[in-house]
Each structure stands twice: as structure tokens, then as C-alpha cells.
T-cell receptor
Framework: LAKTTQPISMDSYEGQEVNITCSHN???????ITWYQQFPSQGPRFIIQ???TKVTNEVASLFIPADRKSSTLSLPRVSLSDTAVYYC??????????FGTGTRLQVFP | DAGVIQSPRHEVTEMGQEVTLRCKPI?????LFWYRQTMMRGLELLIY????????DSGMPEDRFSAKMPNASFSTLKIQPSEPRDSAVYFC???????????FGAGTRLSVL
């Protein structure tokens, strides 16, 4: 399983774009990159998944460079309600997911 | 669908007592996972099932922990006897056709006194 490294915490202000980068140098050919969001007292919630290039949904965008050794979760115009822990996970669909420490995002008014 | 349903939401018990946590996965999902989350260790996978069969229980901390999935719509995680260090939030999650996207329940907050 590919190990991931992401910042422990980030601060932002409402209305700003937030980019959280995850490093996964030993990603394998069959691995996908998946991001989850967790609010206090709740279970993690799937945000977005990608394999290469760019993926966008109604919540976020995921940018993956050609070498796939890193990925960036982009949250456009964050609000206070985006304050949460964000986890980057890498693995094939047949692997068990390993959650790291995540990135604690704090959004200020 | 109501999502993954866990019960109880909170459990307070005394050391040595048996604790049973329950989970109802999303209908049609063929994978079920049990996780434990603490401040110190983060979110840990304990065990997961595929089509009601345990596939990987390497995360189960010790013999005091056991999990069953008697049918596609129900699973239990049992701790017997419970110890204070078992205090944590226990999450159940389910997915369809693989482990890529998992849907988590609201969790059970367990306190062992």
C-alpha cells in the first residue's frame, strides 16, 4: 500500500480557495487516489476519487500530475462549514484503505 | 437509502462487561468494515467482510474482540471483556464492488470506565 504524506493542518478564510496536497511517491499502477472529509463526531465522508489528470464534482476538484506521485484536493470558496479533517488515501480497489492522520482544515470568518 | 446505521450511538460500560456494537450496511453493498478511532491512533481498520465472510481481521487488537456478519444486512462487533483502553469511537462502513468508496455510519462512542 502506498504511503501518503499530507500537511497536519491548514488555515484559511471564508471565500478563499484551499488546496491540500498529498504526496504518494510509491503509488502503484493499480492505485486510485481517494479523499475523505470528516467532521467532528461524524464518520468520514467520501469527497472525490481519481486516477490521473483532473476530476471535478460538485464539491471539489482533484488534480493529479502525470507521474501520479502527488495529488491536490482543491476546495473552491470555502465556508466555515468546510472546517474538517481531510484524508488522502491511495490504494487499488482490492486493497483495504489505510487512513493516515489527515489534514485539519480550519476556516475562519 | 438511510445510509449505514449503527447502534447504539453511545455506550458507557464498566470494565469487564461485554459490549456489542451493531451495524446495518447500505442495502446491496457487499463489503462491510469496522474501524476504531482514537486521538492517539487515528482511524484504524479492525476487520472487513465481503459477502458476509471475514476477509481480513489483522487489525483486531486481541482475542477480546470478535466480529460477525450473519447476513447481508447486519453485523456485530463484540468486546468481551471490555477494558478502559477500548474507549474509542467505533465506525462501521460499507461499500459496493470493492474498497474504493466507503460509506460510513455515524459511529458508536464507547466509554469503558
Amino acid at each position: 500500500l502506498a504511503k501518503t504524506t499530507q500537511p497536519i493542518s491548514m488555515d484559511s478564510y471564508e471565500g478563499q480557495e484551499v488546496n491540500i496536497t498529498c504526496s504518494h511517491n510509491n503509488i502503484a499502477t493499480n492505485d486510485y487516489i481517494t479523499w475523505y472529509q470528516q467532521f467532528p463526531s461524524q464518520g468520514p465522508r467520501f469527497i472525490i476519487q481519481g486516477y490521473k489528470t483532473k476530476v471535478t464534482n460538485e464539491v471539489a476538484s482533484l488534480f493529479i500530475p502525470a507521474d501520479r506521485k502527488s495529488s491536490t484536493l482543491s476546495l473552491p470558496r470555502v465556508s466555515l462549514s468546510d472546517t474538517a479533517v481531510y484524508y488522502c488515501l491511495v490504494g487499488a480497489h482490492t486493497d483495504k484503505l489505510i487512513f493516515g492522520t489527515g489534514t485539519r482544515l480550519q476556516v475562519f470568518p | 437509502d438511510a445510509g449505514v446505521i449503527q447502534s447504539p450511538r453511545h455506550e458507557v460500560t464498566e470494565m469487564g462487561q461485554e459490549v456489542t456494537l451493531r451495524c446495518k450496511p447500505i442495502s446491496g453493498h457487499d463489503y462491510l468494515f469496522w474501524y476504531r478511532q482514537t486521538m492517539m491512533r487515528g482511524l484504524e481498520l479492525l476487520i472487513y467482510f465481503n459477502n458476509n465472510v471475514p476477509i481480513d481481521d489483522s487489525g483486531m487488537p486481541e482475542d477480546r474482540f470478535s466480529a460477525k456478519m450473519p447476513n447481508a444486512s447486519f453485523s456485530t462487533l463484540k468486546i468481551q471483556p471490555s477494558e478502559p483502553r477500548d474507549s474509542a469511537v467505533y465506525f462501521c462502513a460499507s461499500s459496493f464492488g470493492g474498497l474504493g468508496i466507503q460509506y460510513f455510519g455515524a459511529g458508536t462512542r464507547l466509554s469503558v470506565l
